[in-house]
């Protein structure tokens, strides 16, 4: 497609589109006083990443995304609202603290960034050639957690199993007065 | 120069910067504990999408970038287990899990 000069891909309008899904879901995701609401956008931004994904050639990385976060966070989190909020009584100003100040923060913080991703010289260098064509699939991924990267894939596992007892530990409640 | 998507890195990096400081911004300004931790999932999403954006746009197009994607995942929904089973512990407690509020700690 051709518009004003400019040649537009698909791809660059996949892209925006996600984009712009995720970036307005995530601020809803802050910005929702109901929590609930929240979480449940929550989902949706993580699911725009997982679309984002897909365009940056990490198929299965996307699913993973779709599996755990959006199916096993963002549940857990919703679980944990139901059991620790009385939901729909607070109102937007009871539930922040001074907003203009924390925009003011996270603008700067967003200028430098900003600064940096348009000033770097190496990434002009890098960011040439777009996302490489060669398919990166599951088996390369399972080579590389079982080869170069099985140290931290195992202390993962260590770190699961302790988190998944530490959990049950700290949210079981106290039947024995101790 | 073009990139065969024609989507260049800096638009993705741009991308996650924007969703950080978003996540940044709701850590600010939230009270309850759960918001707090709505926005950790939002700053270390934005990370993956760097990592992973780097991965494949590298000359020569590495799986790290995924592989570290992975265990920042698995880390996050280790993180959320915990800090859920907390928040719960304290609701348990003091019956509501306002920040600012939570003294159980305190010396």
Redesign the interface.
Known sequence: MNILGF???G??IA?VVL?GL??AA??M???LPN?LR??LF?GL??FG?AG??V????P??AA??VM??VG??TT??IL??F???RVMK?GFF??????V???G???V??LF??IT??NSQW?KA?????????N?GVE??AR??LQP?VF?FEL?SV??LA??V???V??K?DTEGA | MHSAYGIPISWYLTLSAILFCVGLFGMMIRRSAIGMLLSIELMLNAANINLVAFGSYLKMPTIAGQVFAIFVITLAAAEAAVGLAIVINIYRLEQHIDADKISAMKG
């Open positions: 040649t537009i891909t791809y660059q892209f984009a995720t970036v995530a601020i995701t802050v910005l929590i929240a979480a929550l931004t993580l990443t984002l994904y365009l940056l050639n990490a299965f990385l993973v995304q755990i976060y096993a966070i857990m989190i944990a609202i059991l620790s909020h607070i009871q539930a922040i603290y001074n907003p100040l924390a925009a923060a996270a603008g913080m967003f960034l900003f991703v348009a990434l890098m960011a040439a050639k777009g996302p490489a064509k060669t990166i390369a991924i590389a957690l990267y931290p993962a770190i699961l988190v998944l530490g959990a049950v700290i949210a409640e």
